[in-house]
């Protein structure tokens, strides 16, 4: 991790995906406040680059693929290492390996740290760690960049179809009455999703009657999605990275939770996103190739009559 920037180092580990990348946005922003004199290196995954560039306050992305290697850090160089990963041996020992000068961690793997809570909001949670260190944090500091480029459309209503697991993907044709309902009301609607979910946006939109060009998934990249997002109308999604985006950019949005409890991953109070999901009937495994139960309870009806509390109507202007 070599650069010419001798301001002491602020290593925060979070090697995960896009959504837990945004639940830890509160606590380094809150990190950035803290230690305003220390360079705020983030070891995540690396292809979330383009979205760690719009997290206000860290100055170096390292890249880190999981907890299976050594950090890319020459032992000794960090002065304050902040785990914001978990607890436990696999992230502790990574961290323990640099030999930073100060650790910010759960307990036990600092002595001084906070115990961890089952069940805690995780945006809370990492606020929480922050807080321990003695500074303070809002878990409802949400907020990240516009990406600088412009959105490929604005205004559109983003159906995202994507989920990274079975167990949260609510079914093909749900998502197309939706869309339908809100095309026939005059919205634009677009479809998107990770590149090898582009098949599955194709199937939406074909069966919500939607040309081809509607379809983003496999077209933008993680930037130009992000873009899309932040200049959107309304977030029709799953549990997934696109509901946090949401958040990170006030956006409305619907979010249908399955196998994740929103107690712990769901959108802040605060905004304008209304949660659905059927608690009594959630199987809690994230793992499953077929949708969890508390997601299937979810009917069409309950995301449009969702929509409409949120105050979307009928489109001013149909699409043209």
Do not use: C
Request: zero cysteines; hydrophobic letters at 50%.
């Amino acid at each position: 991790m070599p650069n010419d920037d001798t301001r002491p180092v602020l290593l925060a580990l979070r090697a995960l995906k896009l959504g837990d990348l945004l639940v830890a946005v509160p606590a380094l922003a809150a990190l950035r406040r803290g230690f305003p004199e220390h360079r705020i290196v983030l070891a995540t995954t690396g292809w979330l680059a383009p979205i760690v560039d719009l997290v206000d306050g860290v100055d170096e992305l390292l890249p880190t693929p999981g907890l299976s290697r050594p950090l890319d850090v020459e032992p000794g160089t960090i002065d304050i290492a902040v785990n914001l990963h978990g607890r436990g041996p696999e992230s502790g020992d990574l961290l323990d390996a640099v030999r930073p000068r100060r650790l910010i961690a759960h307990a036990p793997d600092a002595p001084d740290g906070p115990e961890w809570v089952d069940g805690m909001h995780e945006r809370e949670r990492w606020t929480r760690l922050v807080r321990s260190a003695g500074v303070p944090a809002d878990a409802d500091e949400v907020a990240i960049a516009v990406p600088p480029r412009a959105p490929v459309i604005h205004g559109a209503v983003v159906v995202h179809v994507g989920a990274f697991y079975g167990a949260r993907r609510w079914p093909a044709d749900r998502f197309a009455d939706v869309a339908r309902a809100l095309i026939a009301n005059g919205h634009r609607v677009v479809f998107t999703g990770g590149d090898e979910e582009r098949d599955r946006a194709l199937e939406v939109a074909a069966l919500a009657g939607s040309p081809v060009e509607a379809v983003l998934a496999g077209r933008v990249d993680l930037a130009g999605f992000a873009a899309v997002i932040a200049a959107a109308e309304l977030v029709v999604t799953v549990d997934t990275g696109a509901a946090h985006l949401a958040s990170a950019y006030g956006i409305p949005s619907v979010v249908i939770f399955g196998p994740a409890p929103p107690e712990s991953w769901g959108p802040p109070q605060t905004g304008p996103h209304i949660v659905l999901t059927d608690a009594a009937k959630r199987r809690g495994d994230v793992f499953v190739d077929d949708p969890d139960p508390a997601l299937l309870a979810v009917g069409v009806d309950d995301v449009l009559a969702a929509i409409a509390r949120l105050g979307v109507g009928p489109a001013r202007t149909p699409p043209g």
